[in-house]
């Protein structure tokens, strides 16, 4: 029996430290048992990777992603808008593959897998992105002093969250799924909204893995099912 599991927007770093314990329990909790693992982006409040510093916050959670690769796990990364800047930490220190976004066949199912923030069309997140993906803003971001960057990228991380519109963007999201589904994928999964949804169409699913802030739920393929989990604390539950 195969199983391959889907997590977005954990956000570590944003002061809740009991959502980033549970995140670690459950990453306990599906090794030796998980083929693969894909993270939708967001994992941290921001990400921005200096030569000589990261961020203290997360260590916990990325320990616990580094048993897991070595329990047999692969681990994909798919870039989401806090996602400012990647180097190599990622595939040196998790051999995790990192893209923006993944067409991949799992189970004989073909799966779309992205953050979604790219249909995030209000002011604050275009600009967030383009600021945040450009490389010259990265080079001169980087000339930054690692606290001052650090408390930029949380002030700009928390406006560019709390200025999203949940419901709008929920069904901008669906209406992209359907039309990934009409081009012949089987399975769409995203992130990036923080509202967990399963909606299933005659020719396929989407699965909005919400987020581990307030909702601690997740995707997961199962020999070809696609099905939407809450970890209540140390057990899946569907939803």
């Not at 580094?66 to 990622?90: C, M, P, V």
């Amino acid at each position: 029996m195969s199983a391959h599991y889907f997590v977005s927007d954990a956000h570590i770093g944003a002061g809740r430290a009991d959502a980033e314990q549970r995140l670690g329990r459950f990453l306990e909790s599906i090794k030796g048992r998980a083929d693969s693992l894909y993270i939708l982006g967001d994992l941290f409040e921001f990400w921005f990777e200096y030569r000589r510093a990261m961020p203290k916050q997360g260590f916990g959670v990325l320990s616990r992603l580094a048993e897991l690769n070595r329990s047999g796990t692969s681990i994909t990364y798919l870039k989401g808008n806090h996602d400012f800047w990647f180097q190599d930490f990622l595939r040196r220190e998790l051999h995790a593959e990192t893209t923006d976004e993944l067409d991949v066949v799992i189970d004989g199912r073909r799966v779309y897998v992205a953050h979604g923030d790219r249909l995030d069309r209000s002011l604050v997140a275009r600009f967030f992105r383009w600021l945040m993906r450009s490389r010259v803003n990265g080079a001169l971001y980087s000339m930054l002093h690692p606290d001052l960057g650090i408390g930029l990228a949380r002030w700009v991380a928390l406006a560019n969250r709390d200025e999203r519109t949940n419901f709008r963007l929920k069904e901008t999201m669906a209406q992209f799924a359907a039309e990934r589904l009409q081009a012949g994928y089987d399975i769409v999964v995203l992130g990036h909204s923080h509202v967990p949804e399963r909606r299933e169409w005659d020719n396929g699913i989407y699965l909005n893995v919400g987020d581990w802030m307030t909702h601690f739920t997740y995707g997961v393929i199962r020999d070809g099912a696609a099905s939407l989990h809450v970890f209540e604390g140390q057990l899946e539950c569907p939803v």
